[in-house]
């Protein structure tokens, strides 16, 4: 994952991933304008491990987290020293996620996410879908649905790591870990839906669990 090199900057040819517009509009009688980008909207889960009482997250190198830790100057020069910015600036954990572009139900999305990130097969039956909210909604505003969903070792598969050219490695937290994540002074190398997405577990799931460790409620204090 951290066998970087060869980085360099072009612009932007047409993609079907991302698409740049300028939107023009008037706004109490004013004309303005603001420029946006069109993508997919997606689906991202939180797996949790009830055999084992670990949450189950993805580690994969974020390009664009990678350039926003460059400084401007390096950015201007034919290749960046790879040296000097190495890989790990740029890797990110995160919940299981991807982008919505199949003719399929968002849960049969999440599940089929689930399988090739983490390795699970989770019936859709155990996929409870929590909320939906809107993401980058300074240039984006990309619909995204979050899932919560608990699995077991049974449902381990020898797949995980993503497809094709993707590589993840997949990472299991416990819950004090993820209370000292998102009480981190940062800088996090998480999004925003994800640690929104921790929060939301730490307050309605984690107490069912936190015995196992030994602990009591939210104060991790020993029992």
Request: net charge negative; charged share 25%; proline share 5%.
């Amino acid at each position: 994952m951290e066998d970087l090199k060869d980085v360099y900057l072009t612009p932007l040819p047409e993609s079907q991933y991302v698409k740049p517009f300028r939107l023009h509009y008037t706004q109490n009688g004013k004309q303005k304008n603001w420029d946006l980008l069109e993508v997919h909207d997606s689906v991202a889960v939180i797996v949790f491990n009830v055999t084992r009482k670990v949450m189950i997250f993805v580690k994969q190198f974020r390009p664009a987290i990678y350039y926003n830790n460059v400084h401007p100057k390096d950015r201007q020069s034919d290749q960046i020293d790879t040296n000097k910015y190495p890989a790990s600036l740029g890797i990110a954990l995160e919940m299981c996620a991807g982008i919505i572009d199949k003719n399929k139900s968002v849960e049969e999305i999440a599940q089929e996410e689930v399988l090739e990130e983490c390795g699970y097969n989770v019936p859709l039956k155990k996929l409870q879908r929590i909320t939906s909210y809107r993401s980058g909604v300074g240039v984006q505003g990309a619909l995204q649905t979050f899932f919560y969903c608990e699995v077991t070792d049974e449902m381990k598969t020898e797949q995980g790591g993503g497809v094709d050219d993707e590589i993840i490695e997949v990472v299991e937290k416990t819950i004090p870990e993820i209370e000292a994540l998102v009480t981190s002074p940062g800088p996090i190398s998480s999004p925003p839906s994800c640690l929104f997405a921790l929060m939301w577990f730490l307050h309605y799931k984690a107490d069912q669990f936190r015995k196992s460790y030994g602990l009591y409620c939210s104060d991790c204090k020993k029992v």
